[in-house]
């Protein structure tokens, strides 16, 4: 692993329409840990809610491959000013710093957030009293990616709240891609006994297993730094909130690794890619269950008829 104190934080101003998209694009040229300013007080007292202007920030270490990202970035940006002419201008700054302090950017930017009826999701640092129903999952997410407020990841607790709250089989759920391992910790207080959580980054496994201590439900849990193709077993539950590349590269996998009835959550799916993913999983009438969206994202849960 590449050890460096010399970074380059950008920040892009870009209207709220925008920000996931933005998002997805940097994960997909592999800038990760982006996070959100400008949160101002919700009419919950409690809760924060995003404005109608917000900015992005995100670091990224300097080196060969970092003049190559920023140029993508400002490519885009341009694309994205081409084709919302009607939306405010975006404007993107660059500049070098040393020794960032990621606990207290996440600190200060990061919130308790309600999502869907009962699930609350607070940082670690914060005081929260929950309601009598409220399941509450506390994240210290480090620089991995899930904290609530990312679009795809609340579609997918809506869904799983959902799903777990209207079916009641024992569940074998397997989490692809699980960050901070925010969907499986929640999926577990919600009653979930057996929970196999995987993720290609090392970093993000050790946030996930200490957040899972953190919630009191490290046993339920099995995390590992794994790839589809070396899961073995079966599931009655999937979820995987990835990129739309991603799902459909490994559908067959997916689908494989579910047990006819089983339940199959996509999520990490900018809308205008939805065909996409329709046509791959072949996702019609029969085995469609729900199609959430949010501000320019798409989740689908589907269950799987052989």
Same mark, same amino acid.
């Given at each position: 692993m590449q050890i460096t104190n010399s970074w380059i934080k950008i920040e892009i101003t870009a209207p709220e329409e925008l920000v996931d998209a933005i $998002?997805?694009?940097?994960?997909?040229? %592999? !800038?990760? @840990? +982006?996070?959100q300013e400008n949160f101002v007080d919700g009419e919950d007292g409690d809760f924060f809610a995003s404005p109608a202007v917000e900015r992005l920030i995100v670091h990224i270490p300097q080196d060969l491959r970092s003049e190559k990202k920023i140029a993508q970035l400002e490519r885009y940006l341009a694309e994205l000013k081409e084709l919302f002419p009607q939306l405010m201008a975006l404007s993107a700054s660059h500049s070098t710093v040393e020794?960032?302090? &990621?606990?207290?950017?996440?600190k200060k930017y990061f919130k308790p957030l309600r999502i869907g009826r009962n699930i609350v999701i607070k940082p670690s640092w914060e005081r929260f009293i929950p309601q009598a129903d409220d399941i509450l999952v506390e994240i210290d997410p480090g620089m991995a990616f %899930?904290? @609530?407020?990312?679009?795809? $990841? *609340?579609? +997918?607790?809506e869904e799983l709240e959902v799903l777990l709250t209207s079916q009641q089989?024992? &569940? *074998?759920?397997?989490? !692809? @891609? /699980? %960050? /901070? %391992?925010?969907? $499986?910790?929640y999926a577990a207080k919600a009653g979930v006994g057996e929970i196999l959580a995987i993720d290609l980054d090392q970093d993000a496994v050790t946030i996930a297993q200490e957040n899972a201590r953190l919630n009191g439900i490290r046993q339920q849990i099995s995390f590992r730094v794994q790839t589809l193709e070396e899961v073995s077993g079966d599931f009655n539950l999937i979820v995987a909130n990835l990129t739309t590349k991603t799902l459909i590269d490994n559908r067959h996998r997916l689908l494989n690794a579910l047990i006819n009835g089983g339940f199959l959550i996509l999520s990490g799916v900018i809308a205008e890619h939805g065909d996409d993913i329709e046509r791959a999983f072949k996702i019609n009438p029969e085995n469609l269950c729900r199609k959430r969206m949010a501000n320019g994202w798409v989740c689908y849960a589907l269950q799987q008829r052989k």
């Open positions: $998002s997805s694009f940097l994960d997909d040229i %592999g !800038v990760a @840990g +982006c996070y020794n960032p302090d &990621w606990n207290e950017a996440w %899930g904290t @609530g407020q990312h679009a795809s $990841s *609340r579609l +997918c607790l089989p024992p &569940w *074998r759920m397997l989490d !692809v @891609g /699980t %960050g /901070t %391992g925010i969907l $499986s910790i």
